[in-house]
Antibody, heavy 120, light 107 residues
Framework: EVQLLESGGGLVQPGGSLRLSCAAS????????MSWVRQAPGKGLEWVSG????????SYAGSVKGRFTISRDNSKSTVYLQMSSLRAEDTAVYYC?????????????WGQGTLVSVSS | DIQMTQSPSSLSASVGDTVTITCRAS??????LAWFQQKPGKAPKSLIS???SLQSGVPSKFSGSGSGTDFTLTISSLQPEDCATYYC?????????FGGGTKVEIK
């Protein structure tokens, strides 16, 4: 059974940093790309970032490029999202999602999400 | 970035009805289109990929069609458990982008 467990969310001040983690199990982690998708309160879904199965290819939404960094540790079956220079508009539930292949394409399984609140 | 436009933004239908949601891409995306269902307070669930391929375990009451720029998600025999917000997503090119969502309610 595929399981994705996000952690690391919380309250942070504007301009601060936070690192999210997503521990995966139930599949061959290195064979699949991973993505982070967020949802601001009462809003729709926004794809944030993705990383290929090998970790050699990454991509970002324009809204976070230069501030967020995605990475993965295939030995630990974990994907990370390092977030810096956080803004109020980054407040959202952040979901980790498993890709359907090694490259960054659509997703089939999602975690339950972790809430990030950016406020002073 | 490719813009995805869903319509309607919300709909209300009776139990047993067939409902259709439309998704339009700002550029041609072949069949690189996915559909997701999200119930309140829950994580999204993948329904369809490649425009028309049902994910494992998804009931056949859900169907998808389309190619290029215009796509549809059809839900047949609407039931109370189908009440949710539905999103389309293109994965033809990065960054991946979602439609704004369609909220489906029972009349």
């Amino acid at each position: 059974e595929v399981q994705l467990l996000e952690s690391g969310g919380g309250l942070v001040q504007p301009g601060g940093s936070l690192r999210l983690s997503c521990a995966a199990s139930g599949f061959t982690f290195s064979s699949y790309a991973m993505s982070w998708v967020r949802q601001a309160p009462g809003k729709g879904l926004e794809w944030v970032s993705g990383v290929s199965g090998s970790g050699g290819s990454t991509s970002y939404a324009g809204s976070v490029k230069g501030r967020f960094t995605i990475s993965r540790d295939n030995s630990k079956s974990t994907v990370y999202l390092q977030m810096s220079s956080l803004r109020a508009e980054d407040t959202a539930v952040y979901y980790c999602a498993k890709g359907q292949g090694t490259t960054i394409i659509s997703t089939d399984y999602w975690g339950q999400g972790t809430l990030v609140s950016v406020s002073s | 970035d490719i813009q995805m436009t869903q319509s309607p933004s919300s709909l209300s239908a009776s139990v047993g009805d067939t409902v259709t949601i439309t998704c339009r891409a700002s550029l041609g995306i072949s069949n690189y289109l996915a559909w997701f269902q999200q119930k309140p307070g829950k994580a999204p669930k993948s329904l369809i990929s490649a425009a028309s391929s049902l994910q494992s375990g998804v009931p056949s009451k859900f169907s998808g069609s389309g190619s290029g720029t215009d796509f549809t998600l059809t839900i047949s025999s609407l039931q109370p458990e189908d009440c949710a917000t539905y999103y389309c997503q293109q994965y033809n090119s990065l960054p991946l982008t979602f439609g704004g969502g369609t909220k489906v309610e029972i009349k």
